[in-house]
């Protein structure tokens, strides 16, 4: 690691490598955005994004194995290993005609330029070894805690509304507030969100929602968003219950499909907004069987009944099911279903079909026709050891298949 003089920016090696090769070839290289943000704050960056003066052509004559990861937006990616490092031309973006996508990016040798097409002063600073590039006042905004759109906040949110919920989600990430100017613009261009993917709007709900700060959601009320995105939450603002679930997503632990499920089980219609917004079968599965399980009592459940959530629900959802549980509802005290639950699986006990003590092909050997009854034999013996787990021998399940055939 080497650090950059005064400022906080420790870059790995690999970064200043890259930036240093870019450099003895006679072009500019910073690293840039994000990870200058997020350093600056003394949070480890996800990714080191470098921005450089050279043509994408250039570049990839400097590093032995590349791939062309953005090729027609400037981008290329050295590889190092498993390990690849984006390395972007200087762009200017072009005229945006649907508030959407830029019409052409335009390479560009100043850095300026390239800094200005960007969202936020605090996403808008370069660093490598001569220090710190801020033309925007980032880092002034940085420890003030605001988002601040760089340029007019209008023309920007015009050119690309996806940044309007942007905003919200960096406030949400960092704990920051929007600045005024900023925070009107967005109020005014949020109907625009509207030409917006849902796909993009999922990924940047998501991050909003796996935030330290999941309860600025608010912001997408009162700046108008919900209407557009989510109507389903505008309705659950206007029934006053936007401030409970804001405190209830912000006690919850950081599980996806616990946070999903908070919020639609405030705002309704879980599989419609889940469809809409594309989310994947495995999420929607999940989602779908927390919000129903929770009807489940489970501070109640006796043994066996904690047996047949644990065989409904599936072990693996259990420690969701409690996150969300005692989440929703942060007065209960789940110390006692944990225990009992652990217990269960401590103890070995029987809760699906494939840890029964006999198997269909042990059925049919003493028996029992092939086809449909062996599914259902199989289902009653599991509703017996669920009952009663000492029941889960050969002998005992036998027994049962045979003499107790309906029941
Ligand atoms: P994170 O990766 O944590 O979401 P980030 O700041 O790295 O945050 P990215 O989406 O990875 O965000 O984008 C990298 C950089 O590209 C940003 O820091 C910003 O400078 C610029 N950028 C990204 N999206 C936009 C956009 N829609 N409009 C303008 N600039 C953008
Ligand atoms: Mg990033």
């Known amino acids: ?7 906080n920016i420790t870059m790995p090696e690999r970064v200043s490598y890259i930036i240093q090769k870019l450099e003895e070839a006679g072009h500019e290289a910073y690293a840039v955005g994000g990870c200058v943000r997020d ?21 990839k004559a400097i590093f032995s194995r590349t791939v062309d990861t953005g090729i027609k937006h400037g981008t290329v990616t050295a590889m190092f290993g498993k390990e690849g490092y984006e390395i972007t031309t200087y762009r200017v973006d072009g005229k945006y005609s649907d508030s959407r996508h830029p019409d052409s990016v335009e390479f560009t040798r100043s850095l300026e330029e390239d800094l200005k097409r960007r969202d936020f002063t605090i996403n808008a600073m370069a660093c490598n070894s001569d220090g710190l590039v801020d ?14 759109c760089v340029g007019v906040p209008e023309a920007r949110f015009g050119e690309d509304a996806l940044r309007i919920l942007r905003a919200v989600r960096f406030s949400a990430q960092l704990g920051f507030d929007i600045d005024p100017a900023t925070l009107e613009a967005a109020r005014k261009l949020a ?31 009162e700046l108008g968003i919900d209407r557009v995105i989510l109507p389903e939450l505008e309705r659950t603002a206007k029934s006053g219950r936007m401030n409970e679930l804001c405190a209830r997503l912000a006690g ?20 419609e907004i889940m469809h809409r917004l ?23 459940l006796d043994p066996a009944g904690m047996r047949r959530l644990m065989s409904d629900a599936g072990r693996e ?43 269909g092909h042990d059925l049919m050997q003493a028996g029992i026709p092939a086809g449909k009854s062996v ?30 055939k309906q029941d």
Not at 39 to 59: C, V
Not at 329 to 348: E, Y
């Open 1 to 7: 690691m080497s650090s950059s003089d005064n400022l």
């Open 39 to 59: 350093s600056m704050l003394g949070r480890e960056p996800q990714d080191w994004d470098i921005t450089t003066s050279a043509l994408p052509e250039e570049t």
């Open 135 to 148: 033309m925007f006042g980032g880092k002034d905004d940085l420890e003030n805690g605001l988002i601040r």
């Open 191 to 221: 109907p625009t969100l509207a030409n917006i993917s849902a796909e993009r709007i999922h990924s940047e709900l998501h991050k909003l929602l796996m935030s330290d700060w999941p309860d600025r959601l608010v912001l997408l009320h």
């Open 252 to 271: 919850a632990p950081y599980d996806t499909a616990v946070r999903w499920a908070l919020l639609l089980l405030y705002t309704g219609s879980a599989s």
């Open 278 to 300: 594309k989310f994947d079968n495995q999420t929607i599965y999940t989602v779908k069987a927390l919000l129903r399980f929770r009807q489940v009592p489970v501070t109640v």
């Open 317 to 359: 959802l259990m420690e969701p099911l409690f996150a969300f549980i005692g989440a929703a509802d942060p007065d209960l005290d789940l110390t006692g279903a944990r225990r009992l639950c652990r217990s269960i699986i401590d103890a070995g006990d029987c809760t699906d079909i494939k840890s029964l003590a006999v198997n």
């Open 375 to 404: 599914g259902e034999t199989l289902e009653r013996l599991l509703s017996a050891v669920l009952a009663d787990p000492s029941l889960n021998t050969p002998e005992k399940l036998l027994e049962l298949a045979l003499n107790n």
